[in-house]
Every structure is written in C-alpha cells, then in structure tokens.
C-alpha cells in the first residue's frame, strides 16, 4: 500500500472538520461553476439565482467591502518605492507612511526579504504603542509575534502545550471550529464549556468550573482555556465580571488563557469591548503578574477586512522566556509571516487620526463599514425572530448571526434513516433553493436536540433585505412541508 | 507549575533544531544592535565591521538584490487598482497583467479577500501552463496547492503521513534542517541518506536502499523520501540516471517522493536542472502512474527572490483523492495562503516575453543577478580552496557554498571542555572578528569528524573580494593559532 492510500492517512487527520471550508464551501464553489458553465453554453441556468452569495465566511471584500483607501495607498507604494515620487497620486499622509515603511524595513526589498522570524522590530513597535494605548498597560514589542493570520498563531501556541492524548484544551461550545481542529490535528483531547443561548450566549463561570472537574476526573491535564470575545459564531461581547471571573479562574488552575480578540471593533451594542490585558492589569498583583495570557489579533476583522493579506499577531503577557523561545524557534521553521501583512498589521494599530490628510475619507470609510454592518445585524436578527420555528440573539459583536432553528421530527427522523447530519441536510437545502452559504450550527457545536446555522453579516446592505426574505421564505415552506 | 514552565513544553518542539536562524541569527542582531547603540552613545564601535554580512540565510533582497521592476510594477496596481489609470507609470504589459489580476480574484478587495483554500483558480491555471510548457507533461490545476512559502507546504504533506513514532522520512544528509525540524515537531523518525562529498555532494542509490534497511530493521516505517534538487546547503545538481534510479527505488518501496525544487531556476554548470515530474513521465506506464511524487516550488529563490512574499506550493503527481482532501482540509484551517503571495506565484510562472514591452529592462536584472550569483559561487570557491585547512565543492545549482574546514585538535578538545560544539564556535568566532554570518554545518548535518559552514553567496559583488578575503584571513589566522 502506498504512503497516500486512504488508511495511510494520519488518523488525527482524517478526525477533525472545519465547517467554516467544508462540504457548504465545496458546493457553493460546485454551483457557481454549474451556473457559469449553463450560461457559456447557452443553456437555463439550474439554480433560481445568479451567484452563490457566501455568508458562510467572515470574508468582507468578497462580497464587495471596498478596502480602505489609506492602507492600499500605502501598500501600493511600499510595493513599488518609485510611486512616492508621485505624491499627486495620494494622500500625503500615506506618502509619509509609505516612505516610513520602506525605510524600517532595512533594505531595497521592503516587502522581499525575510523579516525577523518574530517579524520587522518597527511593527512590533508600533503595535506594542497600539496596545498600551488601547490598554493603559505596558507592552514590550519582544513579546509580540507576528503571523499569516491569527489562525496559524493559535495553532502555533496550542503546539507547544500538547504532547499527549490526555492533554486537553477547554473551548466554548459553539466554537469557532479552528480551534476543535487544532487541538484534534495535535493529538489532544478538546474540552468543552458552555455559551448560554438563554443568556445572550455568555459563558457561566460555574459550568466552567464543573466542566473543569469533569475533564480534570476524566484523567485529562487542561493547559489552557480559550475564550473568543467578541464571539464567533454567536456575537456575544464579556461583560467586565465574566473577564475577571475568566482570569481568576484560569490563574488559580494555573492554566493559560487564550484570547482571541479578533472582532475587538465590531461592537454593536452597548457593551463595550474590554481586553483580557487591560483588565488583567486592574487585578491583584499576584493575578496580573502571574496569570499566562496569550492575546490575538488579526486584518482581516474590524472595518479592515483584509482577510487575504494573512496578517495576524499574538502579544504574550506573563509568558515565560523559555517559552517564547520555542514559540520563536516554531515560528522560524517558516522563516517569517509575510512581511505585506505584517504592514498592515502596523497600519490597523496606527491609523489616520483628526487633522491628518486622510482622516475625513478614512472616517467616512470605516463608519460606512461598521454602520452597516450594525444595521445589517439588527435587520436580520429581526427577520429570523419573525421566521416560524426560528429565533435569534442579537449580535453584541462580532459579524455573525447563530440562530436557533427548530427542525421538524419528521425531518430529523428522515435525514436519520439516510445517515444525514439534520442541520448540514437543512443548509444546503437553503443553499440549493435560495443561494445563500451558510454553516450549519453542527460545525461549532450546539446543545444536543438543538440546531443553529452561522450566517455571516456580509452581503451588502442593498441586499441583505433580499438575504432575509429569500432565507424567510425558504424556512416558512420548509416548515410547511414537515407540518 | 504553569502550563508554559519550560518542563511543560511539549518535549518534541524542545528537542528540535533550526540552525538557520538559531543561535547565529540571535547573534547577529545583537551584533547590530550593539554597534548602532555604540554609534548612537559616541562611543567607538566595540566590532571591527560596521555591520553584520547576514549570509546565514537565503535572503537576497535584505543583501540590496532589487526587486524586479515587473514583479513590483503588477503587484503596486493589485493593491491599489485606481493605479491602472495611470500606464504613464508602468509598462504597458504590466498594466495588462494586472487588469487581468484584478478580474482574476473576482471582487473589489483583490489581495483583500480569502481565495479559495488552494489557491485562486487563476493562480493554479497560471502554475499548471507553466509546469506543462516546462516539462511537456499535462497538469491539472486541481492538483496544485498554494502555500504561505514552500517550508509551511513541506510541513503539511508530512503531517499526513507522520502519526506514529515509528514513523520515518528519508532525508538527504546535508539537509535543509528545516526537513528534520518538521518531521521531529510531528513526532517521527529523521532517517537519513548520505550525499556524497568525494563526488560533488551526489547520492548514491546505493546507500539510499542500504540506509532504507538499516531502518527497517530497527523497526521504522519509512513514509517519504525527500530530494532538494538544486541541493541545499551542497549545491548539487542531480544527474537524469541518479533521478530515474531514485524514482525507481521510491516506487518499488511504494513510499513518497517529495521534490524540493525551490533552486530550479539557479544553475551554474553545464548539468541542466530535471525536474522530477519531467523525468517520471518518461519511464514505463506502471512508475509514471503510480508513483507519489509531490513537487515543491516558491517565490523566494531564483533571480525573484520575493522571500518575504511568502508564496510557495506543491504539484501532486499520482495523490489519490482522499489524501488531496486531506490536504486541503489541513490548509483550509488557515482559511488560504496569502493572496499577494499567490499572485507573485502566478508571475513568476508568466514572465515577459521576448517581444513584451517589459522584456528588455525584465531580461537585463534578470541576467545581472543570474551572473552575479554563478561569478560568486566561482570566485569563494577558489578562495575556500586556497585556505589553509578548507575544500570546497564547486556549486552546479542553488545559492551556497559548502566548504569543508579541517579545525585543530587542539580547539575541538577545548570546545568539548568547554562543552561547546566547535563548528558552532567556529562560527561564531568568524561572526564577530569579521562581521560575516555563515552557518554551522553541524545544523545541516555532516559526516561525524568532519566541519562545514555555510555560507549564502548573497553579497553584493562589489562586496564578495572583501568578504571573500575577510573569511581567508580569518581562517588562516585561525589555524595559526592552534598551530
């Protein structure tokens, strides 16, 4: 047998799913062609619809989102040097910005040449300045590490705390599904605790504590606990009781904390987003001084939305130097993240302040980017509340909504009889009838006999009245149908 | 005991090694770091250089190799596309290509939005036409994958295959080291063949099946065979007869072949670059359709040299469908590799032609910096040839010397008192009497009683007499010491 034949296969591997690109993203892909192919061959198209509209990824710029203007303008020139002798071309902020750049990299390549493996020391700093500002609290660039994107810095992180089956990781259920992959693809055990859909979604420290116990009696040694705040895929945002209580607990088991900060900007109500750092600060000496935190942050969330660029960064408080040697010694095995989304890293931790050249289109920008994606969030939460069988917490942050759909017995029993997940069967019925991608609740985890699909908060506004019907219609008559 | 006390850390990220930038890397920086400071105060410089030569990794741009202007020109306006307006700037093939770019990604955001997990289906076609005009082979791009860089490519195939301790890649000795630090993070064996130093650092498939059985007998399932060709750190450049008879050893055993052919385009004798994919289609229908042959190729070498890009992938040859779901499983959990990288990807496999507006100025840098690597390589060769105590290999292909040190016996038993590796000391003594930095041997792996470093023939020529005679009177003293 071969080294690739199917039973060769790594068995963690095969183990772990991630919905967010599973079988929904391979059939949208699959009838986007199908549609493609019927039109250049002069035939009807198949599918009620023109395009598979993908809410099934928090990925902005594909449907549309503009990039701001200030970081292209800049990456544009840091690319290609020669076009700062055109500042007629820009904003003169961005030239100034631009010339910045290309000099803190060192060198004639700005963009071509590996960086540090921890990344360029100048957008260290300026994200270690980014943070003490947002927080109030010290932050030496030397423990800030930058990477393609959050997700591989999550992974990286989880490596160094796995190294056998009973090793385990506690995350939130629903998860974003990364994370059960992670742990899965290292060989640890993933251990769960519970978001409250009867509590806006928010953990309860006492399920935490007994979740804990029950692992712990298990035989399973929990190294960390993952907290994501604002929350993906259910938009809750932490009051600052819960983060303390979070922190305290993690510091008396003496496991790490893992937050994932990447939807800091995305606040729609008003619970304001607090940072694990900043409040670990406020806390009793022995707490702030000792408590290992581990904070991510990312470009492709928040108004930036610049998901393709992978940039991503992860800041260590109370990690440590053995440690962070490791984490360097992962990172270099890859040399460097890509030093184009490390500058735009840099950018979203310095952006156009009142007065600058490019303030006024810049705030025009992001505002037009959060405003709607605000109101898109109260619009859809509305409709799925009004859908029979269907109902919805408001997003506190994040992009996503996580309603609870209540699907027939009859259904359930169906899909059953044909070895079908009931929830994966339902979405990509909606997918087929109504081209809208969402992911089923299944792929984050849900309370057992409860099903939930992820909807991502992106078509634009002028559609997303069309998304709720579409979505409202293909529900009340697959309700209809089961009655 | 926290979950980051060094006796926490998973024992298999402790144990390996990265030479590349490991210790001399750290070194060098603080070096720079010490002469800037020195500089800054009005002290005088404690070194005798003003600044490290960071020949210790393959990064040309950060040694003043510019950019070429095509690459540059496309990549300015995908950023920013209102740039297209202005072909007085660009040339107009540029222009055209970067139209064509920003179609390509199919939304507004171009570099701004995921791409699908492989890659962008104009980036694979791009890969695939140019890997059939190069080896006269068809090439689906189905079976194409792009990759934040080939290392992190490399790591995902092994991660399919490792999930047992017992598990083992064949990997050349010299070797990259970044092929023992992955296989060691995955937990499984590093099974070494020898190049062979008497002969141009060539394998000999002699010793490749006595090293297979030697394994076997200990009980090691060998998965995967890897052949850096053009070699690294050796240089070597494989013979047709040697890739036939290594094609054919790997498909006998039924294991992997993993092609690393990142120096592809860096050829400084007459023995032409094969690539294994060329050479498989010419052998009998059984091998050609049966063997696993998975290719690697990058942005980062070549006369390119975009390293800090971060664009790499990997060809499938033969993969049967599941293990290529598998794969892209794995990269789907980092959502996709950077799209800025996958799009230099797709240039570099679409470069001018003879006829193209870009073609002269594109031929002219291309040719500078292919004659000044092939002027380097010879030129240290002769001066490590003349050392007192040193011999080198010409390099036939890739971007290093490898020259062979004869160190004193009366320095090696020092350093074991000292319990210091002497080819490390070696090393570091060079780096701070002559502000050049070169690599251990020993991180490469060598035959035990024998020394090496490794040096990047990344200076700029006008540079290299100097450097050149810096290492000669560093290693003559050095050897005049322990006389």
Redesign the interface.
Known sequence: ??????E???????A?Q?A???KI?IIS?EIDSAIKKAKAEGKPNPYPFEKVVKCN?G?????????LTFI??I???V??PA?TE?PE?FHADAVARAKEIIKAT????????????KGLAYVRQTIAHFLEERDNVPMSPEDIYLT??A??AI?IVM?????HPLHGIMIPNPQYP?YG??IQ?LGGKTCHYNLNEDNYWLPDINDIKEQYEKYQNQGIKI??LVVINPGNPCGEVLPIDTIKEIIKFCNEK???LMADEVYQENIWTDIPFNSFRKVLATMEPEIAH?L?LISFHSI?KGFY??????GGMFACTN??E??RL?MY??I??????????QVVMSIICNLPKEGDPSYPLFKQERDAILGSLKRKAEYLCDIFNKCDGMSCNRAAGAMYLFPRITLPEKFIQECHERHEDPNETYCIEMLKKTGIAVVKGSGFGQRKGTYHFRIALLPPENEIEEVGKRIQVFHNSFMQQYK
């Open positions: 047998m071969r080294s690739f034949a199917s060769n296969i790594s068995p963690d591997v095969v772990f991630f967010v690109r599973g993203a892909e990824s990925n902005p710029q594909l449907l549309n989102q503009k990039p292209r303008e990456t544009s020139m690319e290609y076009l055109h071309l060192g060198c004639d390549g700005t963009t071509g040449a590996y960086s540090p493996s393609d994107g997700s591989i992974k490596q160094l705390m796995i190294s990364l992959a992670c693809q190294k960390a003496k496991i790490c000792g290992e492709s939305g610049e998901c393709g660029k992978r990690i440590p053995f440690a490791m010694k992962i270099s095995t890859t040399l460097c993240s890509n030093v184009v989304g």
